[in-house]
């Protein structure tokens, strides 16, 4: 089969049925099971269906299996499986919400067995050519740290329209760039159906994916992460300067749901308020409050993952990963002053207005 064909196919049929699929789920004998309606801590107005986890799920993995299923099950058995059930388990919340501690719980015990079974670690860091292997404990520690921060920075930024889509997007087609050791029709597949998704899932937003999309698309995302940062150096990118960029661009590339994660639980330890407590801290609710549109803050989170990544691969390479970490947490430090910054600005405004 020519691999314009090989390739190509499976993410048109991705797209054509994550489409179709969200399409049929908007219908009201559907989308009456899972409309969330707007108030609370909620940044829409309308009631919104948040099923689109379910066309996500369906366009995407049973393609790739259509067309890949024998060496998905054969290398990725319990990555898919763990795919799945973290699917279902954002299933039965979107249906009936089960509590944090709950969800919690759930995702530590399914993270627990595919880093066990699925032996999906971080093993090893290569830092500025010194090359340090973890020990086993502790990389499976680590691992399912890495692995439930994930999942949630992802499922915290699911606060506005086309947001957490595009960054998951964005993190698929960078990761297929520098070509992480993973199939690649399952990544097209992903990225043909984000991409579906997000035509429903822009502002004004027609669909959400719900907790079945956050959660499985966040794993996958925490489950690539992984692999792109372990990939064998015998199967190196030509697009990477060198195997030691691995970590630096991955995290650059998902840097804007470790940021804003990472600033609100901060914000909310100083302050005594729970960690798992749902507030309007978040940046994007933020840059709301001060008149951006959902829009304007897509693009303004898609411009800075571009301009990171230019500064990593033109940075790190010359300073080492040591000081281009350090400022990386300069840059951040100054983005949390910005947004400071814009609200006080803000507040100034409205108060002499």
């Given at each position: 089969m020519p691999s314009i064909i090989k390739f190509f196919l499976p993410a048109l049929i991705a797209f054509a049925a994550t489409y179709g699929i969200c399409k049929i789920l908007l219908k009201p004998a559907f989308a009456r099971y899972f409309i969330e309606e707007p108030g609370g801590n909620k940044l829409h107005r309308n009631p919104v269906p948040a099923s689109g986890g379910i066309a996500l799920f369906?366009?995407?993995?049973?393609?790739?299996?259509l067309f890949e299923g024998s060496l998905l099950f054969q290398n990725y058995f319990y990555i898919l499986l763990a795919f799945v059930l973290l699917f279902l388990l954002g299933l039965i919340d979107d249906l009936k919400p089960l509590g944090w501690m709950v969800k919690l719980g759930a995702?530590?015990?399914?993270?627990?067995?595919?880093?066990?079974?699925?032996?999906?670690?971080?093993?090893?860091?290569?830092?500025?050519?010194?090359?340090?292997?973890?020990?086993?404990?502790?990389?499976?520690?680590?691992?399912?740290?890495?692995?439930?921060f994930f999942i949630n920075a992802f499922n915290f930024i699911d606060g506005i329209d086309g947001l957490a889509t595009t960054v998951a997007l964005l993190f698929i087609l960078g990761l297929m760039y520098f070509r992480i050791p993973f199939s690649p029709i399952?990544?097209?597949?992903?990225?043909?159906?984000?991409?579906?998704?997000?035509?429903?899932n822009k502002s004004p937003a027609k669909i959400f994916m719900g907790d079945s999309g956050s959660l499985s698309i966040g794993f996958l995302c925490a489950s690539l992460f992984i692999l792109f940062c372990e990939g064998d150096v015998q199967v190196s990118?030509?697009?990477?300067?060198?195997?030691?960029?691995?970590?630096?661009i991955a995290l650059t590339l998902f840097w804007y749901p470790l940021f804003d994660t990472l600033r609100v639980l901060l914000i909310r330890l100083s302050s005594g308020k729970s960690l798992f407590k749902r507030?309007?801290?978040?940046?994007?609710?933020?840059?709301?409050?001060?008149?951006?549109?959902?829009?304007?803050?897509?693009?303004?989170v898609v411009l800075l993952t571009i301009c990171?990544?230019?500064?990593?691969?033109?940075?790190?390479?010359?300073?080492?990963?040591?000081?281009?970490?350090?400022?990386?947490?300069?840059?951040w430090l100054g983005l949390h002053g910005m947004l400071l910054y814009i609200m006080q600005n803000h507040k100034k405004i409205s108060n002499n207005s």
């Open positions: 369906i366009g995407i993995l049973f393609t790739a299996l995702q530590l015990i399914l993270i627990i067995g595919v880093v066990l079974l699925a032996d999906l670690r971080i093993e090893s860091v290569l830092l500025d050519y010194s090359f340090f292997k973890i020990p086993y404990t502790l990389s499976v520690f680590l691992s399912i740290g890495v692995l439930i399952f990544l097209m597949c992903t990225g043909a159906g984000l991409f579906a998704f997000r035509r429903l990118s030509t697009n990477l300067y060198s195997d030691q960029l691995r970590l630096p507030d309007k801290k978040h940046s994007y609710s933020l840059l709301l409050r001060v008149g951006y549109s959902h829009n304007q803050i897509v693009i303004v990171q990544l230019a500064i990593c691969l033109l940075v790190a390479p010359r300073v080492g990963l040591i000081y281009y970490f350090m400022f990386q947490v300069v840059i």
